[in-house]
């Protein structure tokens, strides 16, 4: 009779032990691979310095607006937050995919204005955004520059292009004639300052390939980033 109780109380012993040995297992499997993605993944953050430079050409709608209220030639800060994941060095050659959301505000710049003497000198009837939410999607070709010790400094040279998409709705105004695109895209160019240790420190430059606003507007939206980043490893 104790044989016959005994025999159930092993079968489960066993089933237990091997399914703690198939879990620590898995996490021995697993552990390396979440490792590499700590050391490969980057938390990127920092401001944004934007500006729209605006061609109005023909267009035309029922709406006027003057001008000196909203004319701003200035760069205006904002922000931005996102990952990044860098490859390993191949032949020297290294590569990095980023995702960001970021909070564009912008400054204006009408190259031409509509006037009517005498009663309002500069006036348009376009009105562009100076708030928007975005999301980047990037892809960098980073070149190593040399320096004299590489082991504790590196410095790089990126460069590549940015898919930016408009998350936020127009205003009301535009939204009649449909005036802004869904995405445009921007050639970017920087340098890039990696502690080994700590950090990597950048400045990058986004320049507009294509206009963000529909023809005949031509609205180039220029943007200028300084930010840091630190990899997941550093932080979990």
């Known amino acids: 009779?104790?044989?016959?109780?005994?025999?159930?109380?092993?079968?489960?012993?066993?089933?237990?032990?091997?399914?703690?040995q198939a879990q620590t297992n898995d996490e021995i499997n697993i552990?390396?691979?979440?490792?590499?993605?700590?050391?490969?993944?980057y938390l990127i953050t920092g401001m944004n310095f934007n500006k729209?430079?605006?061609?109005?050409?023909?267009?035309?709608?029922?709406?006027?607006?003057?001008?000196?209220?909203?004319?701003?030639?200035?760069?205006?800060?904002?922000?931005?937050?996102?990952?990044?994941?860098?490859?390993?060095?191949?032949?020297n050659h290294k590569f990095s995919f980023t995702a960001m959301l970021s909070k564009i505000a912008t400054g204006n710049n009408y190259k031409d204005?509509?006037?009517?003497?005498p009663f309002i000198n500069n006036y348009s009837k376009f009105l562009a955004e100076d708030q928007f939410l975005m999301l980047n999607l990037?892809?960098?070709?980073?070149?190593?520059?040399?320096?004299?010790?590489?082991s504790k400094y590196r410095l790089y040279f990126i460069i590549g292009p940015t898919i930016n998409t408009r998350l936020s709705d127009q205003s009301a105004d535009n939204?009649?004639?449909?005036?802004?695109?869904?995405?445009?895209?921007?050639?970017?160019g920087g340098i890039e300052f990696n502690n080994q240790s700590f950090y990597t420190l950048f400045v990058h430059y986004k320049y507009a390939l294509n206009s963000?606003?529909?023809?005949?507007?031509?609205?180039?939206?220029?943007?200028?980033?300084?930010?840091?980043?630190?990899?997941l490893s550093d932080i979990f």
């Open 1 to 20: 009779m104790q044989k016959i109780i005994l025999i159930p109380i092993f079968l489960l012993i066993c089933a237990t032990t091997c399914q703690v």
């Open 31 to 41: 552990e390396p691979y979440t490792k590499v993605l700590k050391k490969r993944i």
């Open 52 to 91: 729209q430079t605006i061609t109005l050409n023909d267009y035309n709608s029922r709406f006027n607006y003057d001008l000196n209220d909203y004319q701003k030639n200035l760069y205006n800060p904002a922000y931005f937050l996102g990952f990044r994941w860098e490859t390993k060095h191949v032949n």
């Open 113 to 117: 204005v509509n006037k009517l003497s």
């Open 138 to 150: 990037s892809a960098y070709y980073k070149q190593l520059i040399p320096i004299n010790d590489t």
């Open 175 to 188: 939204q009649i004639n449909n005036n802004y695109n869904k995405y445009y895209i921007s050639g970017d």
């Open 212 to 231: 963000f606003t529909k023809a005949p507007l031509i609205t180039n939206l220029n943007s200028v980033e300084l930010g840091t980043m630190i990899k």
